[in-house]
């Protein structure tokens, strides 16, 4: 890589540290993971969060078993499991409050030994937060601009504040600093391609939130052992809403609406993709008459849901779709949202972002020592590699699920298919979508409960031929030094 020379101005006092030192810009899902699977390797590793403190904000995530192995080899498996529910359908409804068919993921369990489930996102970030060391997470750490070059790289912070490190990690969200730094850095190098260089496109906006716990005896569904994992599509209106009973007896719950080309002029983001109460507030007033169904005789609504929930933990977001064709440069590498925003039809997301920091781990654990610029971007271009086709593939499920609660032809087309989706069909989906479950190469590997057998993973297989490699070179260097000393000393 050539270095700009008005860039290469960093000094730092010494030569290139033998094991690489990295920043991660962002203490989200990705960020967070990537921290975990660090702790464990031999690099060093420092993790800055913009925000003063964790906010509660957001209803659940759903995994699947696509991240059990990783979270077994990290040790939060079992912390995770004990907060949440099984999922193992969706339930389709319409507004007269019944149920129209089910899409199943109930094979997961038996092909690849753990079921999909659901956690309450603020008792997710409890887990990782607490796994991961408080002298290494800097909260009220806002990056503002990034610099890089040949001996090292450097982030400010709005503090006023720099950090040194040699390797940067933008694991910063959808409206990522580190993307929009390295972009106007290759913009004006003339190196950012023309689909780089446009605002991110949006078709939806939702709003989300998480209920008090709620009275099981009033809402008869909180019994259910499993997560009732709920999606109503709209008669005549442009609105899907969905909900999910955690293990805390609340109900996540999530509206999303359709844009057309006049509600998109109303919601153009102007570089944020978070509005304040009011535009949330104006939200709820719309939706909250519509229908929900939760096992009781009264007929519920999401305006009962949205009263039972504290009011500065309902947010109206905008959903952006885009993956990223740049997702490095130099020393400055991106994971997790801020190089592919994914439509949380897909349940994708968080999953996608934590298979990137493990392909991204696996990679930096395999440098050499004293890595030089080079051998940095070679590692990021393999990590890409490796991830593209996976997200790519994700987005493009994302889309047809989006589809799926959408009011025209095609999601009449696609609610069809789905319905009457044959057996053998599902399974096949499944393994499509699953069987890719990515391990840390340095970390004892969780052996395969499941009767499909994982999926090829370079990064893995890569690492753990050069470990094999060195500790080979490492026993001969080894034995030449024990036959050199048993000669005794030379004359
Ligand atoms: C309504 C909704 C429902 C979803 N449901 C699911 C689901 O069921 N399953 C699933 O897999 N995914 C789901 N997703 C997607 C999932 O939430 C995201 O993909 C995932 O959170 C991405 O993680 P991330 O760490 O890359 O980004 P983020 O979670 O956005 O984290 C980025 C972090 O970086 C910080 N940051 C930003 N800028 C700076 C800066 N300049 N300096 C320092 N720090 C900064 C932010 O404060 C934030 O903490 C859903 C998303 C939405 C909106
Ligand atoms: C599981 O969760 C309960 C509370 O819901 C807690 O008391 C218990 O210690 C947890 N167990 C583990 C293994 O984390
Ligand atoms: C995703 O969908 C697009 C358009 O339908 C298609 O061209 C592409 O091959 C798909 N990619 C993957 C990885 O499935
Ligand atoms: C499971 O996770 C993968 C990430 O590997 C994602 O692409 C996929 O859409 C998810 N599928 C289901 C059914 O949960």
Redesign the pocket.
């Known amino acids: 890589m050539e270095i700009n020379p008005a860039f290469a101005n960093i000094q730092r006092p010494n030569l290139a540290p033998k094991i690489p030192s990295v920043i991660i810009?962002?203490?989200?899902?990705?960020?967070m993971i990537l921290a975990l699977a660090l702790e464990k390797s031999k690099l060093s590793y420092e993790i800055?969060?913009?925000?003063s403190e964790v906010k509660a904000l957001?209803?659940?995530?759903?995994?699947n078993a696509s991240t059990a192995a990783l979270f077994k080899q990290l040790g939060i498996y079992e912390d995770m499991r004990n907060i949440s529910k099984d999922a193992t359908c969706i339930q389709m409804a319409n507004e007269q409050r019944e149920v129209e068919y089910k899409m199943d993921f109930k094979g997961q369990l038996e092909m690849f030994g753990s079921t999909g489930y659901i956690v309450a996102r603020p008792m997710l970030y409890d887990i990782l937060r607490s796994k991961v060391p408080s002298e290494r997470f800097h909260m009220n750490?806002?990056?503002l601009s990034l610099q890089q070059g040949g001996n090292g790289a450097l982030i400010r912070c709005s503090d006023g504040s720099t950090i040194e490190g040699d390797i940067i990690v933008g694991?910063?969200?959808?409206?990522?600093?580190v993307r929009q730094n390295m972009y106007a850095q290759l913009k004006k190098n003339k190196k950012l391609p023309a689909s780089d260089d446009v605002d991110l496109p949006f078709s939806t906006v939702?709003l989300?939130g998480q209920t008090r716990p709620l009275n099981p005896e009033e809402y008869p569904n909180l019994k259910l052992e499993d997560c009732q994992f709920m999606q109503t599509l709209g008669d005549k209106k442009p609105y899907s809403w969905t909900y999910f009973t955690t293990k805390q007896s609340t109900i996540a719950w999530?509206v999303i609406l359709f844009l057309d080309d006049t509600t998109r002029q109303e919601h153009d983001p102007s570089r944020n993709s978070e509005w304040g109460p009011e535009a949330a507030n104006a939200m709820c007033e719309k939706v909250r008459h519509f229908p929900i169904i939760t096992g009781s005789e009264r007929p519920w609504t999401l305006g009962d849901l949205i009263d039972n929930t504290p009011k500065e933990l309902i947010s109206k977001?905008l959903?952006e779709e885009k993956v990223f064709d740049t997702w490095y440069s130099g020393r400055a590498v991106l994971?997790?949202?801020?190089c592919h925003k994914?439509n949380?039809a897909g349940?994708?997301?968080?999953?996608n972002?934590i298979h990137d920091a493990v392909a991204l781990a696996n990679r930096l654990q395999a440098l050499p020592d004293q890595p030089s610029v080079e051998d940095i971007e070679k590692a990021f271009k393999l990590y890409k590699k490796e991830r593209l086709p996976k997200v790519k593939e994700a987005y493009n499920s994302s889309v047809a699920l989006k589809y799926l609660v959408e009011q025209n032809m095609k999601g009449a087309l696609m609610r069809h298919m789905s319905k009457n989706m044959p057996m053998w069909l599902n399974r096949k989906m499944l393994i499509r979508m699953i069987s890719y479950q990515p391990q840390l190469s340095y970390v004892d590997l969780v052996p395969n409960e499941g009767t499909v057998r994982p999926a090829h993973q370079q990064s893995l297989a890569d690492a753990m031929k050069k470990a094999k490699k060195d500790k080979l070179k490492q026993e001969r260097a080894e034995a030449k030094a024990k036959a050199l000393s048993a000669k005794g000393p030379s004359p």
């Open positions: 810009v962002g203490g989200g899902i990705a960020g800055f969060e913009r925000a957001g209803s659940a995530l759903y995994f750490k806002k990056i694991a910063d969200g959808a409206y990522s600093a939702c989300v999530m977001v959903l994971i997790g949202d801020a994914l949380p349940g994708a997301g968080a999953n972002a």
